[in-house]
């Protein structure tokens, strides 16, 4: 069993930053795809980025260039910095993780808020 526990979501201005991180208990993410979604009401959770242990990050092409995901194993934490942020990017920001073939976890997710 992994938990996870998202922090660091707030209210930003437009074009500003802001960095989540994601504590993971449980046992070692070492292994696991460590992945961030977010969600807004009647729509779909969407993937933003995910990062294998060991592989080049992914992005959605709606935040590439602007977030940028990292993950420290040794302290099983995982982040995401946010610069420029849009409106857009307002969402419930959570954090998953999955080895492609096992349970996959959810945190309980992180409200990111872009005011204009």
């Known amino acids: 069993q992994v938990q996870l526990a998202e922090s660091g979501g707030g209210l930003v201005q437009a074009g500003g930053s802001l960095r989540l991180s994601c504590a993971a208990s449980?046992?070692?993410?070492?292994?696991?795809?460590m992945a961030w979604y977010r969600q807004v009401p009647e729509k779909q959770r969407e993937l933003v980025a995910s990062?294998?242990?060991?592989?080049?990050?992914n992005y959605a092409d709606s935040v590439k260039g602007r977030f940028t995901i990292s993950r420290d194993d040794s302290k099983n934490l995982v982040y995401l910095q946010m610069a420029r942020v849009k409106s857009g990017d307002t969402a419930v920001y959570y954090c998953h993780a999955s080895t492609g073939y096992g349970p996959e976890y959810w945190g309980q997710g992180t409200q990111v808020t872009v005011s204009a």
């Open positions: 990062m294998a242990e060991s592989g080049s990050p």
């Open positions: 449980g046992r070692s993410i070492s292994g696991y795809v």
